[in-house]
């Protein structure tokens, strides 16, 4: 498990990037229920972040990402991390 580098803060969903091999393990029934809980008791874990080539790469949280996406939401929760591109 990687050190966070910052300490958590609100990014753009939009400028999130999601490789394409992670959005390939994406389950919607999994992002329905993290919605649902989202919308009853707020974002419980932020999302895990590196800096890549001038934009932010999703390290762990997709489901969550999609499931902020789904709800309309325009920021989400995220801590910097320090990984190595996959």
Same mark, same amino acid.
């Given at each position: ?7 958590? +803060? ?7 990037? *999601?490789? !394409?091999?992670?959005?390939?393990? =994406? /389950?919607?029934? &999994? ?16 999302? +895990? ?7 932010? *790469?999703? !390290?762990?949280?997709?489901?969550? =990402? /999609?499931?902020? &996406? ?17």
């Amino acid at each position: 498990m990687e050190a966070p580098l910052k300490a958590e +803060q609100a990014v753009a969903i939009a400028d999130v990037y *999601v490789p !394409v091999k992670r959005k390939k393990t =994406l /389950e919607p029934d &999994k992002v329905e229920v993290i919605a649902e809980s989202i919308l009853e008791e707020g974002q419980k874990t932020p999302i +895990q972040v590196r800096q890549g080539q001038g934009r932010l *790469v999703l !390290v762990e949280g997709l489901h969550r =990402l /999609e499931a902020c &996406k789904a709800l309309g939401e325009e920021t989400i929760r995220a801590i910097f991390v320090q990984a190595r591109s996959r």
